[in-house]
């Protein structure tokens, strides 16, 4: 139920919201307000996760960080692509999904504990 409640809430933040009002904001040509687009929603879906630095250690909430950047940019990429928030919503999902039950954790110190 996590899994589902935070790939809804994020991404409808992220992609629902961050970046059309981006797109809406930036000067220029269509694939400019694109690139801005997907680029600061992914950087900001990134950074976000640096609030579980409360939960758990710096440097695994660092390496979070700058693993959630390239994936909000990649559910970015989805969402401008597919025009639907559907199809990153169900991706973001299913990889939530797939990090608890190889993690039993919700936290990413358990998914980057299990590498080392």
Request: charge should be positive.
């Amino acid at each position: 139920m996590f899994s589902l409640r935070s790939a809804i809430l994020e991404e409808y933040g992220f992609r629902g919201i961050v970046f059309p009002k981006v797109m809406q904001v930036v000067k220029g040509s269509s694939f400019r307000k694109l690139m801005f687009g997907i680029t600061i929603s992914g950087v900001l879906f990134g950074l976000i996760h640096f609030q579980n630095i409360f939960y758990q250690p710096f440097l695994v909430t660092f390496q979070q960080v700058m693993g959630a950047i390239p994936f909000g940019i990649l559910m970015a990429v989805l969402y401008a692509r597919t025009s639907t928030i559907l199809i990153p919503m169900l991706f973001h999902f299913a990889s939530d999904f797939n990090s608890y039950f190889t993690t039993n954790s919700f936290f990413a110190g358990a998914f980057y504990n299990s590498w080392w």
